[in-house]
C-alpha cells in the first residue's frame, strides 16, 4: 500500500513539473546558438489559441525554424509549429505553422525594431518555457555566422569538452 502511495506523488510531481511556478521549458532552439552570435535576450508572451495550449502541454511545440518580424510596428513569430492533437481541434480549423503575436512592452518592441533596421540583427526565439500559467518565449538578438565562424565554435566547444575530460581523469588520478 506505501509503494502504491510513493508511486502516485512521483507521478504527481512529474505532471507539475512544468506548470507550478518553476517554470519548466516547452522547447528550446539548440540550432540558434549554433548559426548566430547571441547578444542580447528578451522574455516575451505568445497569444495562443486553446488547441495550441493543449498541443504544448502534450509536447508539440518545435521552434528551431521560428524567427521573428516586424509587421505595422509589431513583433510576430513565424515558422514555429504546434501540432495539432486530434482530440482537441475537431472544431477548429487548426494551422500549426500560423503567424503568433508576441507580446512585449512598446519601449521593447521599439528598441528591437530600431537594432533590426539599422544594424541588421534577427530576433530568434531561443526557449518556450513556462511561467506560471503561461507560456513565454525568450528571444534573442542575433547576427548570422559565416561558415568559418561555425568552424571556429565548434573547434572551441570540442576543446572545452576535451579539457573537462582531461581534468576529470586528472583528478581521479590525484
Known sequence: MAKNS???AASKAGKDKGKGG???TIALNKRARHDY???ERFEAGLELQGWELKSIRAGRANIADAYAVVLHSELFLIGSQFTPLISASTHVVANDRRTRKLLLHRRE???L???IQRDGYTVVPTALYWKGNKV???LALAKGKQNHDKRQSD???DWAREKQRVMRHR???A
Open 113 to 115: 525594431i530600431g537594432l
Open 37 to 39: 552570435h547571441l547578444e
Open 6 to 8: 510513493v508511486i502516485r
Open 155 to 157: 573547434k572551441d566547444r
Open 22 to 24: 518553476g517554470g519548466g
Open 109 to 111: 518592441i521599439d528598441n
Open 171 to 173: 583528478n581521479k588520478d
Open 136 to 138: 513565454k518565449a525568450e
